[in-house]
T-cell receptor, first 112, second 113 residues
């Protein structure tokens, strides 16, 4: 079955610097890759997603890149701000049943 | 608020009691998912519905768990004879059919004493 690995588990960056979180997956048939942000005690919120027909997608300070050949995708946050502090999850949609398979999460800490 | 809603937001119960949670999806979404999340972990898939049909159940969903979506709109998740290991956040999500984006509700936090 699909396996999703996410690194790092914790990432601490200085405010204003960039943050990069990486995920790898195993099922080459997967075609949809969302990223969710979850603040403590709150619901996961979709921040950006990408489908396999594109290699990169950007939304203001957030971008996602996808390398289907290597089966990995990354979240890039530029000009980080204190409100970016949260846990970020990558996920992969299993095509057979549309179930999301989640990474273990990355705790992003923005240092003032 | 036209997003996914869940009730109750918090539930504290004693071991052995039954509990039921409700999820109201986004109105035009015909797929509804239940996940369970424990502290420090990502959500784990439990089950999903396409309209009123329950199409898949995870092996995590023991026979004490049952979910329904009788009219293809709201869904309920019942846990019978709760155990302390059932303590978790139970999240509901909905999407349009197929590979649509899943939008999550605020969750129901269950504490089993």
């Amino acid at each position: 079955g699909e396996n999703v690995e996410q690194h790092p588990s914790t990432l601490s960056v200085q405010e204003g610097d960039s943050a990069v979180i990486k995920c790898t997956y195993s099922d080459s048939a997967s075609n949809y890759f969302p990223w969710y942000k979850q603040e403590l005690g709150k619901r996961p919120q979709l921040i950006i997603d990408i489908r396999s027909n594109v290699g990169e997608k950007k939304d203001q300070r957030i971008a996602v890149t996808l390398n289907k050949t290597a089966k990995h995708f990354s979240l890039h946050i530029t000009e980080t701000q204190p409100e970016d502090s949260a846990v970020y999850f990558c996920a992969v949609l299993r095509d057979s049943n549309y179930q999301l398979i989640w990474g273990a999460g990355t705790k992003l800490i923005i240092k003032p | 608020d036209t997003g996914v809603s869940q009730n109750p937001r918090h539930k504290i119960t004693k071991r052995g009691q039954n509990v039921t949670f409700r999820c109201d999806p986004i109105s035009e979404h015909n797929r509804l998912y239940w996940y369970r999340q424990t502290l420090g972990q990502g959500p784990e898939f439990l089950t999903y519905f396409q309209n009123e049909a329950q199409l898949e159940k995870s092996r995590l969903l023991s026979d004490r768990f049952s979910a329904e979506r009788p009219k293809g709109s709201f869904s309920t998740l019942e846990i019978q004879r709760t155990e302390q290991g059932d303590s978790a956040m139970y999240l509901c999500a909905s999407s349009l059919a197929g590979g649509g984006t899943q939008y999550f509700g605020p969750g129901t936090r269950l504490t089993v004493l």
